[in-house]
């Protein structure tokens, strides 16, 4: 069983950046993919980003590319995304996800351990 839980959201202007974090609970951290993914009212929960197990290999949705980067640190079970150049369009409840086995994914069902969510809000 791994917990997750997020911090780190608010209400930024556009432009400007944000960093979210993850902390997870558990021993075998590095064996999870972690990923972040996000939810806009009335739409459905969308992928962000995803991290191998031991960080090797990073994959991002087409819209967050070169603005977003997602992290690891193994030894202090933690995932983080940095958000720069935040636009409206980013707006949304970003939700932290661990995956069992350490490839990446851009499928929400195949995650295993979901976080309660931390509201980002980036206003124009």
């Known amino acids: 069983q791994v917990q997750l839980v997020e911090s780190g959201g608010g209400l930024v202007q556009a432009g400007t950046s944000l960093r979210l974090s993850c902390a997870a609970s558990?021993?075998?951290?590095?064996?999870?993919?972690m990923g972040w993914f996000r939810q806009a009212p009335g739409k459905e929960r969308e992928f962000v980003a995803t991290i191998s197990g031991r960080g090797a290999y990073t994959y991002y949705t087409d819209s967050v590319k070169g603005r977003f980067t997602i992290s690891r640190d193994n030894a202090k079970n933690t995932v983080s995304l940095q958000m720069n150049s935040l636009k409206p369009e980013d707006t949304a409840v970003y939700y932290c996800a661990a995956k069992i086995g350490s490839s990446v994914s851009n499928s929400p069902p195949v995650y295993d351990y979901w976080g309660q969510g931390t509201q980002v809000t980036v206003s124009s």
């Open positions: 558990g021993r075998t951290f590095s064996s999870y993919a």
